[in-house]
């Protein structure tokens, strides 16, 4: 049942009215009133100059909420209203009329009026909360029923006139486990690359320390699959924290400790004979540079003599040991690389 309102201050309030009328509903379905309050919008321009004047008050023998209306916000006459229904409430229950000092500071002198005050002030400042983020709330639902309803219309608009075309799911054998054929390590697949003939040509996998991208399907082995309908892009749950790289750096970090220094296609060219060869060739600088010094102390023998008929021998061997030196020196920078990821990975592991 509404509550009926009366504006005799002859103030717009047309925008007010609603709220009053929803925020008087929403205490009535909390505390259930007998009866509805009349209340009136009053005007008092020697109240409204007096800083401590009156904002509202509560007629129980008439059943009246008068509210001051000059100056206020509108939202602050709620709270005024919303006092006041506690007790409309307290009065339709036979609480309100306690006897006592009901005089100018009765809240100090009344203890029985004090704690009907503390409750007015509670519990109407707590119903108009619950009034306020309710109905924020269900404007907000209104809104986002209303812009999926405009974003259906125009997927639908644009799938008319062929301007969106909606991704099918695609029936496929997809791979739940999988072996890296290089590294030896195990995982899941979280993501793959799949043609519209249904072709997957790559799987992301997460192992179980980490997250390669982009696997070439015949560098892995299919340990488990099965046959299901899903679209390109879709992906499985995984751990996000996992560092994430490419299968490039995944096969880098697997490889051993043996490096090809001389270029021959030899992988099993030891470290230790990587660095016989390396002093070798500091070796036979040295004896370059002793038959240079020979050739400078010896007064036939120059060493624009020396170098005569062999110009191109010595270029082509100082090319040859410049290169030994730049491989070895990238060889030592993959190698630390790969020591350095696989250190980090144990230590995750042992974490």
Known sequence: MPCNIKNPSNIDLSSLEPHVQGMYDYFDQKLGFQKPPTMFFDSDPSNQSNVLGKTAYYDPQALEVHVFVDGRHPKDMLRSIAHELIHHQQNLEGRLDVGGYMGEGYYL???????????????????????????????????????????????????????????????????????????????????????????????????????????????????????????????????????????????????????????????????????????????????????????????????????VGHEDRYHQDRIHEENKMNNLKESIKRIAKAKNFILKSSKKRIK
């Open 109 to 307: 002198k009344n203890e029985e009026m004090k704690k009907l005050e503390q409750e007015a002030m509670l519990r109407g400042n707590a119903l108009m909360r619950e009034y306020e983020d309710n109905l924020k709330l269900e404007e907000k639902n209104k809104m986002s029923l209303k812009e999926w309803k405009n974003n259906e219309l125009n997927r639908q608009l644009l799938k008319k006139f062929g301007i969106l075309k909606e991704e099918k799911e695609i029936t496929h054998m997809c791979a739940l486990k999988v072996t890296h054929k290089a590294s030896g390590m195990t995982g899941h697949p979280i993501k793959h690359t799949l043609s519209e003939s249904g072709r997957i040509s790559h799987y992301t996998v997460e192992f179980e320390n980490m997250i390669v991208e982009n696997i070439a399907v015949e560098n892995l082995d299919i340990v488990q699959q099965e046959e299901h309908s899903h679209k390109r892009d879709d992906e499985k749950p995984h751990d996000k924290k996992k560092p994430v790289m490419s299968e490039e750096e995944l096969e880098e970090a697997a490889k051993p400790d043996y490096i090809d220094l001389d270029k021959d296609g030899d992988k099993e060219e030891s470290m230790k004979k990587a660095a016989a060869d390396a002093k070798k060739g500091k070796k036979g600088d040295d004896e370059d540079k002793e038959e240079m010094e020979e050739g400078r102390n010896n007064p036939r023998t120059t060493n624009a003599d020396k170098f």
